[in-house]
């Protein structure tokens, strides 16, 4: 184990014994560390560019980092929602990642695609009458690109992406206290979010959107399709700019083999989000295999959706808005039982 890893595990335990930090307190420890750094949407390649509403807030002991949004946490936000990006591009936090984070936490629905505005947001829209729930959410950083390029290769481990998630649990369960956390991920994130759904038992809830297969075949095909199209990979992206980070894009292919979630049964509960359009997992067992895995452990829920790669893109509205239901209704079943 690294230095840096057992050095983390020893913060959270530290964090773990003193539940009512303040920001103040956690700043004076240097666990968070605040910044002035802008957020501009991913990928954007014009000036000027769009700057999204959020602050980056450093996680130095993770190596990694949050965006908090500039909208402020009441108490009409129920719950905490980490959201975890996935990994091996050179665009660690996607733009969509701060759209959903944006639509949990509250901001007033306007779809880009065609144009529209409305007063509610479109979580809103989707409730019964009255009824007025938000999510406080915070995409996240996951190591070796983005917030996190500095990051020990070890991070990028089982045991290295647990004690990063831990930690970045165990910050804003201080920051934004007595609420339930749900941990949100796509791609290698949401690998991360099932590991961590299988080795906690304090989440509210975990969802996975099309986490990869550590079976061998369909991790090559996966592996092989994206490196043929790493030349191209911002347009199936729809990023410009985006290319394979090669120390994340190694980390991938050397841990995610290891990553046997389909063995193991889950302690808190789990959604996965499949998407039969996806071109990175267009293998035909691929949507096969997480269902024998979903239907092994009864913790543990599957959707599978007629759509493309990317179920948190705004623009595919109809998919958005059957997306955000599904996760919205996850999540109020599961505060139920909190």
Not at 137 to 145: A, C
Request: aromatic share 8%; hydrophobic share 40%; charged share 20%.
């Amino acid at each position: 184990m690294s230095s840096e890893l057992k050095k983390l595990e020893q913060v959270n335990q530290e964090l773990e014994k003193v539940p009512n930090l303040s920001r103040y307190e956690l700043l004076e420890m240097k666990v968070i560390q605040e910044s002035q750094d802008l957020v501009h949407r991913v990928g954007a390649t014009s000036e000027p560019k769009q700057r999204l509403p959020f602050t980056k807030l450093y996680l130095p002991m993770a190596f990694t980092g949050i965006l908090e949004p500039n909208k402020l946490v009441n108490e009409t936000h129920r719950a905490i929602q980490i959201l975890l990006p996935g990994t091996g591009t050179t665009f660690s936090v996607a733009e969509t990642l701060c759209d959903i984070a944006g639509t949990f936490h509250g901001r007033k629905s306007k779809n880009r695609g065609r144009g529209r505005k409305s007063s509610q947001s479109l979580l809103t829209q989707l409730l019964p009458d009255g009824e007025i729930f938000r999510v406080a959410s915070f995409p996240t950083d996951l190591p070796l690109n983005g917030m996190g390029a500095d990051a020990t290769f070890e991070f990028a481990s089982e045991q290295g992406l647990m004690a990063v998630i831990r930690h970045v649990h165990l910050v804003l369960s201080r920051l934004y206290p007595h609420r339930p956390v749900f941990i949100t991920g796509r791609s290698q994130g949401g690998v991360a979010a099932i590991l961590y759904a299988q080795h906690y038992d304090d989440l509210a809830g975990a969802i996975a959107v099309n986490p990869p297969h550590p079976d061998p075949e369909l991790f090559q095909f996966t592996v092989q399709y994206l490196e043929n199209k790493a030349e191209i990979l911002a347009d199936l992206l729809h990023a410009p700019g985006v290319t394979l980070h090669d120390r994340s894009w190694q980390a991938y292919k050397t841990f995610t083999p290891f990553f046997d979630y389909p063995s193991k049964l889950s302690l808190s509960p789990i959604l996965i989000l499949v998407s039969l359009g996806d071109p990175f997992n267009l293998f035909p067992q691929y949507a096969h295999a997480l269902k024998r895995f979903a239907e092994n452990d009864k913790k543990c829920q599957l959707h599978i959706l007629d759509a493309g790669h990317n179920l948190w893109d705004r623009k595919s509205a109809d998919t958005y808005r059957e997306v955000i239901h599904l996760q919205t209704q996850f999540m109020l079943n599961h505060l139920k039982c909190n």
